[in-house]
């Protein structure tokens, strides 16, 4: 690494200042970083800085000088340049290269801010000076709320300090609505009000800065989430800033200039962002994979995040903030020694697991026994270990470990991406014909889950992987393998404080219905299951979604599939008996079938006995080459299988495999469900023949098919051999500090602005290429065979293209690999008409016979009549004529934000109606709702009977739960309770 005394040289008295320090409390030299700080600071007031910390316990010397030379700066001077929504272009002439930053001596916003200090505040300083103070003493939600609603204007030009002082004891929902009245209908859109009614409901607020092209910044938020990520648990919301950097097409080639974003990002980059008295710094950027380009910016898949390392707020010197003092490399290390990894591209991926969606186990990890095992190693038939062409051995076990019974039942049932579905699942069913009954009966006893995805975060080590529950292990136990360990400890940094803790991603659940894929019918067909055969499935499955206008039995079901669409509204109004004639649920239903049809399109067929399942290494030992072990709802199972893992594109990712009954598995995991085993023993793991897939959560696709199994032939499984090798990296231990976070945030904005395509390139072409080969006969075997040499280039490619990310690889397709056309149901512009399988499902759906989707006339639910007071009427008249403004305000928003700005003024009526979130949270009586519910009922009725069906959803929406309720009481009939997971089950 580079000598920063020798890159940024300092006086000499300077100098022997920090040698002084550095020799009497045993600490480093102070890195390039701090060096930079004094140089901008001058000899006097570096001297005058380094006098006063000489006298303190120093835990960072780096990170001490950083903080008390910006304090320097920014509590006397930098309130008189710096704009509350973010540095102007304008306001600097500094110039950031992603290469290396300027050498001390360049023009910095920093260093005029000190020329500026010599001639003192003055008024219009103090003035800023006390609003920062004012803000800094205010809640941070507060605080962030009146920056959020200033749009792009400076505080001091919109707000005093008496308006701060005198709102700041305010309860939140009165607070919001003073702020929104005084600036934030002035100055940003309707649809950016944060109106919540539920600021107290313990859900993780999420703070957003929006960063423009020319570097100025502006506040978004609070937005209040049901999710948490271990960076927001350990450090606290308020200190987490999702960063937002836009894009605006402005040249010729409809982008900004990629050399401007890197000058006017990197100084953002370098300085920080700036909110009040607070300063947040890059920190951890992720990828969040394909996903279609939106029109709204805040909604690109890749996220970046800024954390809080300087405060000069008074209330968070009371506060033992953990990142307070330490410079970037010290806060990362706070959460894992990420700087242990081999290269830069791996540095991210692996630090980002910070950022997954998780639910904490509250244990104790000082008091667990983690045990570090070996894996299992792939062997010939003479024994040897088999090793790749790198020389490391290749592997049966790779991500998957074990866990203790005891601790295993500490974690939660049925969580998916951080989240328990168990959570508000159950249903009241009144007592009324139309389903049918099963007589069954289950008695569930408490087991533990099967398998748990996990995050580990110990001691600067980091984890990732899934633990198997094993009950011979000893209570408080944990035993990882090598391959789960991404991130190994320093133990240079073993006196260093941690955030330790186990984050449970997901949970092994009982599989939900399972549906074919494009490419999995492509794979299918291929290998001899007739189109016929799809056909006819696709056939039924558009009868039955013909049919919910008028069966219950089918309408409950895909209105429980689509559940999450509408908080299952449709399936709570078809419980609790109301008729399916009804015209607002007709037209919900309709709404549905629109959505069953557009999957069906896409390839989207329901299929009997097939389940997507959790995978992992068979811990007895007992499974033979070929053979699997599954556990279902009833128990193991046993016969042939087809077994596959999406996104598998080669012609031998679909397995012909034999489920085995292991008798020994039993006493390891006793009644927990749901998994399948795949054996240690063989030359080569089998999940790693189904692209390139291992047990780190993955999901696998099984089937029992009887027909399948009879019609499909499997081919040769997939082996990789037009492999891309990655190049060769620097370590980030190789880089300077400065020249680190150069290339941390260079990999940011190249992965943000100049995404690779090659996956999206691989694939389309791929599909292109195989729905030729599925139509071409046996006299075209000279085409079918240069077709099947290119399929396998793509599928090589794009697996490369899926872990380009951690491996620093840079993945094209060459042209002769791209197709130039492409079948009719990709919906492309270059297309020709498809003939396939998949052009028969996509031609069949479309020209299906379309019901009437929507009833013209607007009737009242006989039950429903009757008088309602005056007075109640009239205030939900004047109540929805303010929903239907308000509504229209968040329908002109785009994406994600429209949905959002939606689904808070549902929420603003519903608390209205009940004083809470929900009807079951309410503490009014059921007269006070029923009389309200119904008011809503008739007043939306009445303006739907002239503007259409559609309008009748304001009632449904805010007081569907409460006329539910009614209508199954006035039907004189009982009600049942049962989860979702269970009705899904019996309708199956």
């Known amino acids: 690494m580079a000598d920063p005394s020798a890159e940024v040289p300092l006086p000499v008295s300077v100098e022997e200042m920090l040698r002084t320090i550095c020799e009497q409390q045993s600490l480093p030299p102070a890195e390039m970083s701090a060096r930079r700080e004094l140089a901008l600071l001058g000899e006097e007031a570096s001297l005058q800085l380094l006098r006063r910390i000489s006298g303190q316990r120093i835990r960072s010397l780096t990170g001490f000088i950083i903080y008390m030379a910006r304090s320097v700066c920014t509590t006397v001077s930098s309130r008189k340049s710096v704009c509350f929504s973010g540095p102007r272009s304008s306001e600097s002439s500094v110039s950031v290269s992603m290469r290396g930053y300027d050498d001390a001596t360049s023009h910095s916003p920093r260093l005029e801010r000190l020329n500026r200090q010599k001639s003192g505040l003055g008024l219009e300083g103090m003035s800023r000076e006390s609003l920062l103070m004012a803000l800094g003493e205010l809640e941070f939600r507060k605080a962030f709320l009146i920056l959020s609603y200033i749009g792009k204007n400076r505080l001091e030009d919109v707000m005093t300090v008496e308006t701060i002082k005198k709102i700041r004891n305010l309860p939140m929902v009165k607070f919001e609505s003073e702020v929104w009245n005084d600036i934030g ?74 050399n401007i974003l890197n000058t006017n990002y990197g100084r953002i980059a370098k300085e920080g962002i700036l909110l009040g008295l607070l300063r947040y710094h890059f920190f951890v950027f992720k990828d969040g994979g394909k996903e279609k380009k939106r029109k709204n910016p805040a909604s690109s898949p890749v996220k970046c995040y800024f954390v809080c390392l300087e405060s000069n707020v008074s209330l968070d010197e009371k506060t033992q903030y953990i990142l307070f003092n330490k410079s970037v490399h010290e806060a990362r290390s706070v959460f894992m020694h990420v700087h242990t990894v081999s290269s830069i591209s791996k540095y991210m991926a692996r630090f980002s697991l910070i950022l997954s969606k998780t639910i904490k186990l509250e244990v104790d990890l000082a008091s667990v026994d983690i045990q570090k095992i070996e894996d299992e190693p792939c062997r010939d038939e003479d024994g040897h270990i088999i090793c790749n062409e790198g020389g490391e051995p290749l592997i049966h076990t790779n991500g998957t470990g074990f866990i203790s019974e005891d601790l295993a039942l500490k974690c939660p049932m049925n969580v998916v991406k951080g989240k328990n579905l168990k959570q508000g699942e159950i249903m009241r069913i009144s007592g009324h014909d139309g389903i049918e009954e099963k007589s069954e009966l289950r008695w569930y006893i408490q087991e533990p889950p099967l398998l748990i995805q996990f995050r580990l975060f110990n001691n600067g080590c980091a984890v990732k992987g899934t633990f198997l529950v094993n009950k011979k292990l000893p209570p408080k136990t944990i035993q990882i393998r090598r391959s789960m360990i991404k991130v190994e400890a320093d133990p240079k940094l073993s006196y260093v404080r941690t955030a330790n803790s186990l984050e449970i991603v997901a949970t092994s659940n009982q599989p939900r219905k399972s549906y074919l894929s494009k490419y999995l019918i492509a794979l299918l067909n291929y290998g001899g299951v007739p189109t016929d055969y799809f056909m006819n499935l696709l056939m039924n499955a558009l009868d039955e979604a013909q049919s919910i206008h008028s069966n219950k039995r089918a309408a409950l079901k895909v209105a429980l599939k689509y559940g999450d669409m509408d908080d299952f509204l449709v399936s709570r109004m078809i419980l609790c008996g109301i008729p399916l004639e009804e015209p607002y649920l007709q037209t919900r239903l309709s709404v549905l079938m629109r959505e069953e049809r557009k999957g069906l399109k896409a390839g989207k067929i329901p299929m009997s006995e097939c389940y997507y399942l959790m995978g992992t290494a068979d811990p007895t030992g007992m499974l033979g080459m070929n053979e699997i072990c599954v556990i279902l709802d009833s128990g193991q199972i046993s016969g042939k299988v087809l077994v596959y893992k999406n996104p598998g594109l080669h012609f031998g990712d679909i397995h012909v495999l034999t489920a085995t009954y292991v008798k020994e598995l039993e006493s390891i995991v006793g009644n927990a469900k749901y998994a399948i085993f795949f054996p240690i023993k063989g030359p080569r793991s089998l999940a790693d023949e189904m692209a390139n897939s291992d047990f780190d959560g993955d999901l696998y696709w099984v089937s029992r098919n009887p027909q399948l199994l009879d019609y499909f032939r499997p081919s040769k499984p997939w082996k990789q051999t037009y492999s891309k090798k990655a190049p060769c990296h620097r370590k980030p231990i190789d880089f300077s500090a400065e020249e680190l976070e150069n290339q941390l945030f260079h990999l940011f904005l190249t992965t943000k602005f100049e995404p690779s395509k090659a996956l999206g390139i691989a694939a389309d072409s791929w599909l292109a290429f195989m729905d030729r080969l599925l139509t071409l006969g046996d006299e075209c075997s000279s085409e079918k065979e240069c077709l099947k040499k290119k399929m396998l280039q793509l599928v090589d490619t794009y697996y490369d293209a899926l872990d380009a990310p951690k491996n620093g690889i840079k993945v094209e397709v060459p042209k002769c690999l791209q197709a130039e056309k492409f079948p009719h149901f990709m919906e492309r512009m270059n297309k020709y008409n498809s003939t396939s399988v998949l052009g028969l499902i996509y031609d069949e759906v479309n020209s299906f016979q379309k019901a009437n989707l929507s009833s013209t006339e607007v009737w ?27 509504m229209k305000s968040a329908m002109e928003l785009d994406g994600e934000a429209k949905n959002a700005s939606a689904n808070e003024v549902i929420q603003k009526y519903k608390q209205l109606l009940y004083g809470a979130a929900n009807f079951e949270q309410s503490s009014r009586t059921r007269q006070e709702i029923f009389e309200d519910s119904l008011a809503i009922y008739h007043v939306c009725y009445d303006y739907a009977r002239t503007k259409g069906v559609e309008k009748c959803s304001f009632a449904w929406k805010v007081a569907g739960e409460a006329l539910c309720m009614l209508y199954t009481i006035k039907q004189d009939g009982g009600s049942i309770i049962c989860s979702q997971s269970i009705l899904r089950e019996l309708l199956s």
């Open 185 to 258: 209908c002035h100055y940003v859109e309707h649809a950016d009000r944060m109106k919540f009614l539920d600021w107290d409901s313990g859900k993780t607020y999420l703070y957003h800065c929006l960063v423009d092209p020319d570097g100025s910044y502006s506040f978004k938020g609070p937005y209040l989430d049901t999710k948490k990520t271990h960076l927001q648990r350990v450090l606290g919301d308020d200190k987490v800033l999702i960063v937002k950097f836009i894009q605006e097409s402005t040249n010729r080639n409809g982008s900004t200039s990629y």
């Open 860 to 886: 009242k639910l006989f039950c429903f009549d009757g008088e309602v007071a005056e007075a109640c009427m009239e205030k939900w008249q004047m109540h929805y004529n303010e929903y239907r403004d308000e």
